[in-house]
């Protein structure tokens, strides 16, 4: 005969081996790293801003400063620490972005510029950029076909 658990024995043996998860405190690190990241963010277009660029033209600055310093921490080994720590509060930011392009990427260094990194850089973003495209696209075409009448 087979040892074989009932569905509650098996529950309460989960139960044992599960950690209890801290949901107050890892909600809390998210938010506060969240929102640094943010503060940093604003902080940035207001020296844009400073350095006379209007808001467009900071605000679109501010993206690209903080997807490279992004890539950059992800490429020192800074941000996937940031983000252990932090969880969620480090995906939602443009940074996250940065984050998800470059992390494949440098995963597959080691088989080459071509095969290695050109063929994995966009694992994990390429579908959201070619979605976020093709949305645009439909978009686009439906404000074109409908400001015809």
Request: overall charge positive.
């Amino acid at each position: 005969m087979k040892n074989e658990m009932t569905n509650k024995e098996y529950n309460e043996y989960i139960k044992t081996k599960t950690p209890n998860s801290k949901i107050f405190s890892n909600c809390a690190k998210a938010f506060l790293v969240g929102g640094i990241i943010c503060v940093i963010g604003q902080c940035i277009i207001w020296l844009y801003e400073k350095w006379g660029l209007d808001k467009e033209s900071a605000a679109t600055c501010t993206s690209i400063t903080l997807i490279f310093f992004g890539a950059l921490l992800t490429g020192l080994d800074i941000y996937p620490k940031i983000a252990k720590f932090a969880g969620a509060g480090t995906i939602v930011p443009i940074t996250g972005f940065a984050n998800s392009v470059v992390s494949p990427a440098l995963e597959a260094k080691t088989e080459g510029m071509v095969l290695g990194v050109g063929a994995k850089i966009f694992t994990i973003a390429g579908p959201v950029i070619l979605y976020g495209i093709f949305a645009s696209a439909i978009a686009g075409t439906v404000y074109w076909i409908v400001s015809l009448f």
